[in-house]
């Protein structure tokens, strides 16, 4: 009897799994008729469907429906006021955001902030408190403060049946969710040219818009959908603003079956791009928040790609002061050479590295090596070999290979070897970003 009921639960869900993907099927060749073209191509500008929310849309204030001064990249923050931290999240997340970005993009980048609280006490809670924090944001229109159309949501969210079994709270939770998403997507769909996703309680790294910009060039002429700035969930999703209709469209068309991260995968399956997957390493923006705003969860979840994690160093070395320089190219001041030899936390990161490209630590005077050990974090560091330079001689001497991006020397019992200065020498160029986590020395 166990296993007839397992197979007609497999049979059911198979079932369910078929209907929905005839359903998106169906709403694909609805869009592309919507779009009056043969296929959908990304990088064609095609007119607007139907838009979610028109009307609420519609009865906005006439300041935020200003579309007069289009930005190059708008920023969208969804948020809702957590139990006993209320709106701390997101203020440091908005003091990261303003913080790290340069003056030259003040006025080509758009922050919207949308207030999806149920309750209207906590969303005008959170108004002041922005409106008192960003003050001259606010004014100089470099960020926006929306609130999400409660009343016109369904009020029986979370009643219908959910794919992943979830209760009614979660269910209601996910659903209130792609609604959301669907009215922050509709509203920003033509104030920029490229729209990115944001969570409220994320922080950044310095020169994080430059890195966006510049990764967009990068793939200029290649179709995409979606450039990944972070590998946690929808954060730091990079779109173009005329694909939000139809995204936002498809959330409040499945908001009752799906939840927003998958649905953007779906979205991306419509348009044909799935297969163009660019993901920006390291990654630039960091999950910090450990309370969800569905009641109850918590939810630690970490970026380890994220470029300024702040590693604490591992190895008890003694590592004598050197100067540490490199002949790579350094993402920024913040992340050079020095940080993975330091007592501090932090690390190095490096791109576009060529073959005898180098980290060189040179001392003050010659000093007895007992250890070395490189981590760079990776399995398939580029980092090819360790050598020394002995005193008064300017060729390296080989001491060990990278092993599973990871370099270990050890001098033979009680005998240190002269050292003037130490190099980690690539053998073999790659394209992606290297990261040495740390560089650890016992003299």
């Keep these: 009897m166990g296993r007839s009921r397992l197979r007609v639960s497999h049979l059911l869900v198979g079932v369910l799994s078929l209907l929905f993907l005839a359903s998106l099927w169906d709403l694909r060749l609805r869009l592309q008729a919507t779009s009056n073209v043969a296929s959908i191509n990304v990088n064609a500008p095609r007119p607007v469907p139907f838009l979610p929310f028109a009307q609420e849309l519609q009865r906005l204030p006439v300041a935020l429906l200003d579309a007069t001064k289009p930005r190059r990249l708008v920023i969208g923050v969804p948020s809702m006021r957590r139990a006993g931290s209320g709106s701390r999240y997101l203020t440091q997340t908005l003091e990261s955001l303003f913080k790290h970005r340069s003056s030259e993009y003040e006025d080509k980048v758009l922050f919207v902030v949308l207030l999806s609280d149920i309750s209207a006490s906590d969303r005008a809670q959170t108004q002041h408190e922005l409106r008192t924090n960003f003050a001259r944001e606010l004014e100089r229109d470099s960020l926006r403060i929306l609130e999400a159309p409660i009343d016109s949501y369904p009020q029986d969210l979370g009643a219908e049946p959910y794919a992943f079994n979830d209760t009614t709270e979660r269910a209601g939770w996910r659903q209130k969710q792609c609604l959301d998403y669907a009215y922050l997507l509709s509203y920003a769909h033509n104030l920029g040219e490229y729209y990115l996703q944001l969570e409220d309680d994320v922080f950044t790294v310095p020169e994080y ?106 190895y008890a070395s003694t590592n004598p002061p050197a100067v540490v320089s490199s002949s790579m190219a350094v993402w920024s001041e913040n992340f050079g050479p020095s940080a993975c030899y330091g007592s501090q936390a932090g690390s190095f990161w490096a791109a576009g590295v060529r073959a005898n490209d180098h980290v060189t630590l040179s001392f003050p005077q010659p000093m007895s090596i007992h250890q070395v050990f490189v981590d760079t974090g990776s399995d398939a560091g580029a980092l090819g070999v360790l050598e020394c330079q002995l005193p008064g001689q300017t060729a390296y001497r080989h001491l060990a290979d990278v092993n599973h991006g990871r370099i270990r020397y050890a001098a033979a019992a009680g005998m240190g070897l002269k050292c003037a200065s130490l190099r980690l020498r690539a053998t073999v160029g790659q394209h992606t970003w290297l990261k040495i986590r740390e560089i650890a020395v016992w003299t």
């Excluded at 928040?289 to 630690?300: D, I, W």
Aim: charged residues 20%; hydrophobic residues 40%; positive net charge.
């Design 209 to 314: 818009l430059e890195a966006i910009f510049d990764f967009a060039q990068l793939y200029r002429k290649e179709p995409w959908t979606v450039l990944e700035f972070s590998m946690l969930g929808f954060i730091g999703r990079l779109m173009h603003s005329r694909d939000l209709p139809q995204l936002a469209r498809l959330f409040q068309e499945y908001y009752l079956y799906q939840p927003v991260d998958l649905l953007l995968g779906y979205f991306q399956l419509l348009t044909r791009s799935k297969a163009y997957v660019h993901v920006h390493f390291p990654t630039l923006f960091q999950h910090a928040g450990f309370n969800s705003s569905l009641s109850g969860k918590y939810q630690p979840l970490t970026d380890p790609m994220f470029m300024g994690s702040a590693e604490r160093k591992r």
